[in-house]
Structure formats: C-alpha cells, structure tokens
C-alpha cells in the first residue's frame, strides 16, 4: 500500500497558474505509474495526465500545452498547470500502481478557477 498526499490546491484566477504536489509513502522507484485524475461536480472522474516509471508522460488533449507532470528523485509527482481556465474547476486526486500492482488514491486537492 502506498499513502499519497496532495496539496497545492487553492483559488487562482483564470490565466493564472497552480503547481500541485503528490508526496508518496514510497520511493518513486516502486511506483510502476504516477497520475492525476480530476472530477468536477455532477462529471465523471477524468484522467488528466500520467507519468511512468521511466520517465514517459500522457495527458488529456484538454490539458495537453497547459500542464506539465514532472516528478523528483524520491517520493514526489507534481502537476504544473498553466493558463487556467474556468473549467479546470475540480477536485483534483493523485493515483499510484504499484510495481506489485496495488492502487491507491490520495484524498484529493480542491482547485477551483474564478474571478
């Protein structure tokens, strides 16, 4: 089991930037896949953007040139989001597989774009 910890959320303008941060329990190395889900209230959880083991990266065609997930040597994902639009409204929610095969969720991140 893998215990994920988000934060970075907040409220941000639209235009503006948010950088979000997924601490696990757990090496980065015994992660097969790191990702960023998102739900929106009334909406389906949507897969926002991925990131491997090795490094490879997916994202949304929604996101696509506005997000960027990175993560460090250690324990750490993060989710860089620019050029935030109203839509990106959302409780945003890290997810880990193991090299083992479990999954885990963190307990999510509010970010809500307003003026």
């Known amino acids: 089991q893998v215990q994920l910890v988000e934060s970075g959320g907040g409220l941000v303008q639209p235009g503006g930037s948010l950088r979000l941060s997924c601490a696990a329990s757990?090496?980065?190395?015994?992660?097969?896949?790191m990702r960023w889900y998102r739900q929106a209230p009334g909406k389906e959880r949507e897969l926002v953007a991925s990131i491997t083991n090795g490094g490879s990266t997916d994202y949304a065609d929604s996101v696509k040139g506005r997000f960027t997930i990175s993560r460090d040597i250690k324990n750490t994902v993060y989710l860089q989001m620019n050029s935030l639009k109203r839509e990106d409204t959302a409780v945003y929610y890290c997810?880990?597989?193991?090299?083992?095969?479990?999954?885990?969720w963190g307990q999510g991140t509010q970010v809500t774009v307003s003026s």
């Open positions: 757990r090496s980065i190395f015994s992660i097969s896949v």
């Open positions: 997810y880990a597989r193991t090299n083992w095969g479990t999954a885990d």
